[in-house]
T-cell receptor, first 112, second 118 residues
Framework: ELKVEQNPLFLSMQEGKNYTIYCNYSTTSDRLYWYRQDPGKSLESLFVLLSNGAVKQEGRLMASLDTKARLSTLHITAAVHDLSATYFCAVDIVIGNTPLVFGKGTRLSVIA | EAQVTQNPRYLITVTGKKLTVTCSQNMNHEYMSWYRQDPGLGLRQIYYSMNVEVTDKGDVPEGYKVSRKEKRNFPLILESPSPNQTSLYFC?????????????????FGPGTRLTVL
């Protein structure tokens, strides 16, 4: 059974600081996704990571994937208030058309 | 505009009264899915469909039914809702599924349906 763990689950950080959210998963995976959810809103796709060593960047967010360690990181650089949201990683595997499994999410709050 | 739509967005109902939440996408996506989101539990997949007339159970299918008669629509049916089905429900779709899935494919989520069962 595929399990996905994120940490931390809650993160309060000051504007201008850097931090990393971690996503561990239990089974060899085909791909990993990062999503953002604002309060009361739907999920928005941020990144799709497909191979070992993959790194993608969008603004102040950078995601990476280490398939050997079964670990993905979402790094936040010089946080701003607009980044306050809940971030989810999700993992699936091709074989057997297994359901997409989400982590529990990291609620990020950026404070002045 | 490419989108996934859900209706209704909010619904309060009573135990046992059958209801349907509709989901429609205009992107010609093959894959559609339903999730429920609960505090502390994250998102859990209820059912998914890889194409028309092909559906399968996700992690928490009990108490739900789905159908996929047309490519664009994937309704979620609660035949006899109970209070433990009070939740926020999301429909999602993606271009493809399985082994032939496009490399950069990701799921697009609808706006959500907040359901309360009294």
């Amino acid at each position: 059974e595929l399990k996905v763990e994120q940490n931390p689950l809650f993160l309060s950080m000051q504007e201008g600081k850097n931090y990393t959210i971690y996503c561990n998963y239990s089974t060899t995976s085909d791909r990993l996704y990062w999503y953002r959810q604002d309060p009361g809103k739907s999920l928005e796709s941020l990144f799709v990571l497909l191979s070992n060593g993959a790194v993608k960047q969008e603004g102040r967010l950078m995601a990476s994937l280490d398939t050997k360690a079964r670990l993905s990181t979402l790094h936040i650089t010089a946080a701003v208030h607009d980044l306050s949201a809940t971030y989810f990683c999700a993992v699936d595997i091709v074989i057997g058309n297994t359901p997409l499994v989400f982590g529990k999410g990291t609620r990020l709050s950026v404070i002045a | 505009e490419a989108q996934v739509t859900q209706n209704p967005r909010y619904l309060i109902t009573v135990t046992g009264k059958k209801l349907t939440v509709t989901c429609s996408q205009n992107m010609n996506h093959e894959y559609m899915s339903w999730y429920r989101q609960d505090p502390g539990l994250g998102l859990r997949q209820i059912y998914y469909s890889m194409n028309v007339e092909v559906t399968d159970k996700g992690d928490v299918p009990e108490g739900y039914k789905v159908s996929r008669k047309e490519k664009r629509n994937f309704p979620l049916i609660l035949e006899s809702p109970s209070p433990n089905q009070t939740s926020l429900y999301f429909c999602a779709s993606s271009l493809s599924s399985g082994f032939w899935r496009e490399r950069e494919d990701t799921q697009y989520f609808g706006p959500g349906t907040r359901l309360t069962v009294l």
